[in-house]
């Protein structure tokens, strides 16, 4: 039989608008969906400056490792979607001020443009308590 696959949810970040949860874990790896910056409640901030949505779109992220027994430093992927390379220097001044020391592989990929008019998105794939 083959090791099951846990859906992961939490309050602390906004609910899935779409068919997708929050993150999914298997062994002990928890792999968490793109990450917006609309606030717990889903009121949306896509009106905020970039490092203040940057900020709300980790904090999300960050709400989802917490409720499946992981955190920054078991963070070993982190993949960043941003509108416009002019961001990128602000992204990573945000990501540092988040992360601390941890330092996971990243991959930055600047897009056109995102769902709701937002500027950032993220997504990892953690260690987790298995």
Do not use: K
């Not at 997708?20 to 905020?48: C, E, M």
């Not at 400056?49 to 078991?74: D, K, Y």
Request: glycine share 6%; with cysteine.
């Amino acid at each position: 039989m083959s090791d099951p696959i846990t859906r992961i949810g939490t309050a602390a970040a906004p609910a899935p608008a779409g068919h997708y949860a929050q993150a999914t874990a298997w062994r002990d790896l928890v792999f968490v969906s793109g990450q917006l910056a609309p606030r717990p409640d889903g009121t949306h901030t896509a009106d905020q400056p970039f490092a203040a949505q940057a900020r709300q779109a980790l904090a999300n992220l960050l709400a989802i490792l917490a409720e499946a027994g992981s955190g920054p430093e078991r963070i070993l992927r982190v993949t960043a979607y941003i509108v416009g390379v002019a961001h990128w220097p602000e992204f990573n001044r945000v990501y540092a001020e988040m992360l601390g020391e941890a330092r996971p592989a990243r991959t930055v990929v600047p897009v056109p443009e995102l769902h709701h008019g937002y500027l950032v998105e993220v997504e990892a794939i953690a260690a987790c308590d298995a």
